[in-house]
Structures are given as C-alpha cells and as structure tokens.
C-alpha cells in the first residue's frame, strides 16, 4: 500500500492560493520528484504533506488515516516517520550547536533517549556519522567550521536518525558547490536504496530528477499539470509548460 496519498489540497497564504485541488499518490519505496518554476508551490506542497504549514482543504493520507485530523500529540509521535531534508543546511543548523548535539537533537525532542543517557546517545551519534560518511573527528565541530557538503550530511543523518519511512527533499543540492553536489546525491540515492526510503524530491534541476527520480510531477501555479516516469515526461511531454521547460535544456 502507498503510504502517503494526497488528495485534494489546498493552501492559502492569507488570500493568495499557494496550491489548489492537488492530489497524488506518493508510492512506496520510490523518489518521487516535483518540478516546476520558481514559486508555483513545490515547497509549500512538500511541507503541507508534513504538516509544517496548515492545507487549508484536502485530505493527507498516511499509513491509512488523514493526517490532518490529528492533534499536536499524535502529529508528534507520527513526525519520527516523516522528516525533511533543508535546502540550505547552514540556515537549518544551530550554529551554537557542535555535530554531534545537532545529531542528538531530534532523539531527545521525540524522547527517543534521555539526556542523562550520553553512552546510548553517543552510540547512535556515531552510527548516524557513519551512515552519512561524516568522520569523527568533525563529532565536535560547529557549523561554520564545515563545507557545504559536510554540513549537508548533518541534516541528512538528523533527518535520518529517528529512523522514518518518508523523506521530503527540499532542493537538497541546490545550495552546495557543483563539485560536491554528485556526492551528496549518490549518498541520498545510497541510503533511499540502503533503507527502503521514500523520497519527495523537490527540485529545479532536470537532470537530477531524469536520473533519480522513479516519477516526476510537474507543477504550475499551486497545481499538479502532469505526472511521468522520467522517460515518458522527457520523451513525450504532454503539458505545454513541461514543453517549454524541457526545451530549454542546454544542449551538453
Ligand atoms: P522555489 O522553487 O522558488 O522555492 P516553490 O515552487 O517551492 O518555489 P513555494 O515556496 O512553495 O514555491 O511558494 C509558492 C507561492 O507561495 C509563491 O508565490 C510564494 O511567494 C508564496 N509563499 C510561500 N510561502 C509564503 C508565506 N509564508 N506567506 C505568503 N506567501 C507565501
């Protein structure tokens, strides 16, 4: 079963309409990619599904009941399944905050361990460095210390550490070196395949989405105008704005 089916969302910024009537089923397992101009609501559609900003209508389901129903203490406990992936992990980290406390972070706000328990914490601070190709010796570095990269991998093993099913990644690479941003997508490519993830995969960048992304949704003014494996949207686009975006390509 897919574990996240959105049906119908709408969202309003006080009387501008970010997304209107939207529905689509996130299947299980896959990288599911949305592209579309700057603006027309991929970040606000990919925090809706979170909950990280309020739809005003429509349903979210996951794992077979509607999100959206429930209250702060359930969303709560729901939250360790679902996490997001920043596109500027610089602005997303505590610069008061080493890598290793970044990393604990989400285990002690969802009371995964306490804070008195440093051997257990440690641990899984070390596995989760690991995991992400993060060398110990960064374990009390800040933020400002670190590359763009590195600092990257900070918010994947935070996103990852509470173990979730779902990722959203909001135009993870966008804001890093182009150098660094093929290791950074081989890693989450890596891990999606390691632990069975499901990615929402929020980007500008086509030719990230052709070779990653299982299907890609193209939006355009708050909606949904077209849904594709990579190979059928780039062969044979249907949407006049999925033409248009695909034919200004550069030519390598
Ligand atoms: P980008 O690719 O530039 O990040 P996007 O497709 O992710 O764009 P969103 O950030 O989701 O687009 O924004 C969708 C629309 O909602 C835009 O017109 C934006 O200006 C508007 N918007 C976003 N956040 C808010 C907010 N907090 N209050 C009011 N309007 C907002």
């Given at each position: 079963m897919d574990k996240f089916n959105v049906e119908n969302l709408d969202l309003y910024y006080g009387q501008f309409k970010a997304l209107k009537d939207v529905s689509i089923k996130i299947p299980d397992h896959e990288i599911t990619a949305f592209i579309g101009p700057s603006g027309c609501g991929k970040s606000?559609?990919?925090r809706a599904i979170l909950r990280l900003h309020e739809p005003t209508g429509g349903k979210v389901i996951f794992?077979?009941?509607?999100i959206l129903e429930y209250d702060k203490q359930k969303m709560k406990q729901k939250?360790?399944?679902?996490?997001?992936?920043?596109?500027d992990p610089y602005s997303s980290l505590n610069p008061r905050m080493t890598v290793s406390q970044s990393i604990a972070a989400p285990l002690l706000i969802q009371g995964v361990y306490k804070a008195n328990e440093k051997d257990k914490i440690q641990k899984k601070v070390d596995e989760m460095m690991d995991l992400v190709g993060l060398?110990?010796?960064?374990?009390n570095s800040y933020p400002h210390e670190?590359?763009?990269?590195?600092r990257q991998r900070i918010g994947i093993a935070r996103a990852l550490s509470l173990n979730p099913k779902f990722i959203v990644c909001d135009e993870p690479v966008s804001a890093l070196d182009v150098s660094i941003q093929a290791q950074v997508l081989n890693l989450m490519q890596d891990l999606q395949e390691k632990l069975g993830l499901t990615y929402l995969f929020i980007t500008h960048n086509l030719s990230v989405v052709k070779h990653l992304s299982n299907r890609i949704m193209v939006m355009y003014l708050g909606q949904m105008v077209e849904l594709a494996e990579p190979k059928e949207l780039?062969?044979?686009?249907?949407?006049?704005?999925?033409?248009?975006?695909?034919?200004?390509?550069?030519?390598?």
């Open positions: 606000t559609l990919g794992d077979g009941e509607n939250r360790s399944d679902m996490q997001i992936i920043f596109q060398a110990k010796r960064f374990a670190l590359d763009g990269g590195r780039f062969s044979n686009p249907q949407h006049p704005y999925t033409k248009a975006l695909l034919s200004a390509i550069p030519i390598p």
